[in-house]
């Protein structure tokens, strides 16, 4: 069959040519892995990997594996979210879990009850003047905390020319210095009934769907996605185009380090405590789950579906090999391969582009 011609000048449309959806080939991936899992499971481990053989649940699911996938990667997904949109714009953040660290630290002192039972607070951060108050205040200082982080990274990348790697490594340093600092290093417990409710059960998730849901939208049909895009394809370009670049660098930082604080709020409402350490690496695995998905480290290119999906592939493969027994060492010998491979099939998905 002939080649239809259609266009301006002639030009024709092979359809051999036509791009594969690049979330379809992760998805595909996403099976074959949780694949990989069961045969692992059925010959090592005698049981199914996600699937229920022994009637406990009421669907053919094992409920309580995909329970704990979805959640282990629903507050670190929160940071790769906003983590994707740095990318895209060919920039990157290191920031994010320090960020996490003092942000939950400085809303969970806003977040206090003043009596456990009967007993004045143990490990009361500011007084009885920062105790039971509405949950709105420490939501509201715990966002107020992330916002201002990730001004400062997009203004000091935006204004002052300082890489994104130089600039958001020092907030990572920061930020980890404000959590010790708070307190003094001691954590900070017994929050309120309303903010437990933040991170309780299923919340976690929910949130994590809705911010999904949210950013992709606006990447995909608003103007504030197009500029991103395009600042991430051709910055030189872009500018020529009208687009404030400079403007919008800081809005896209700013944006990532709200997502931050509210993934520190959700993180500490689901751990009824706040620690120092609290973040540690988050900010490659939400750098790791983003690439995965497909997002460009070059910038210009990916999405929030695609992260979404590296996600979840990078929750199946801890939460297998846990299944499979192995120890906690191994886990993070295998996360730092995931980030290896991940910039390497980045790389690969480069230059197969150019050979085209």
């Not at 053989?53 to 990667?73: D, H, K, Y």
């Not at 020529?240 to 997502?259: C, D, P």
């Not at 959700?266 to 751990?271: I, P």
Request: hydrophobic share 50%; charged share 10%.
């Amino acid at each position: 069959m002939a080649d239809t011609t259609h266009g301006i000048g002639g030009l024709t449309f092979d359809a051999k040519k036509r791009n594969w959806p690049n979330e379809a080939n992760i998805f595909i991936a996403l099976l074959l892995i949780i694949g990989v899992f069961e045969l692992l499971g059925h010959f090592l481990m005698g049981q199914s990997f996600l699937f229920d053989t022994r009637g406990r649940f009421g669907s053919i699911f094992n409920e309580a594996r995909l329970e704990i996938i979805i959640l282990q990667v629903s507050i670190v997904g929160i940071i790769a979210i906003g983590v994707t949109q740095v990318i895209i714009s060919s920039g990157i953040d290191l920031s994010s879990g320090s960020v996490v660290g003092a942000t939950a630290m400085i809303a969970m002192s806003f977040a206090q009850v003043a009596e456990v039972n009967g007993n004045p607070n143990p490990t009361t951060a500011l007084g009885s003047w920062a105790q039971d108050l509405p949950v709105l205040v420490p939501v509201a200082i715990g966002l107020l905390c992330g916002l201002l982080a990730g001004f400062v990274n997009g203004v000091l990348i935006a204004y002052t020319g300082i890489p994104p790697f130089i600039a958001t490594l020092g907030m990572m340093v920061t930020a980890r210095g404000v959590s010790k600092w708070w307190t003094a290093g001691k954590p900070i417990s017994f929050p309120t009934d309303s903010y437990k409710e933040i991170g309780s059960g299923l919340m976690p998730v929910v949130i994590f769907v809705g911010v999904a849901i949210l950013f992709h939208l606006l990447l995909k049909y608003t103007l504030y996605g197009k500029h991103t895009y395009a600042i991430g394809s051709n910055e030189s370009a872009a500018r020529m185009s009208g687009i404030n670049v400079a403007r919008h660098k800081v809005l896209i930082y700013t944006i990532a380090g709200v997502l931050s604080g509210l993934a520190a709020i959700v993180l500490s409402s689901k751990n009824l405590t706040a620690q120092a350490g609290m973040g540690v690496m988050y900010e490659l695995d939400a750098i790791a789950m983003a690439v995965i998905g497909g997002v460009s480290l070059s910038g210009g290119r990916g999405s929030v579906v695609g992260t979404v999906l590296g996600a979840l592939i990078f929750g199946v493969i801890i939460s297998g090999f846990t299944f499979l027994r192995l120890d906690a060492y191994y886990q993070e010998m295998v996360k730092g391969a995931i980030i290896v491979a991940a910039v390497v099939l980045d790389r690969w998905r480069h230059y197969l582009a150019a050979l085209r």
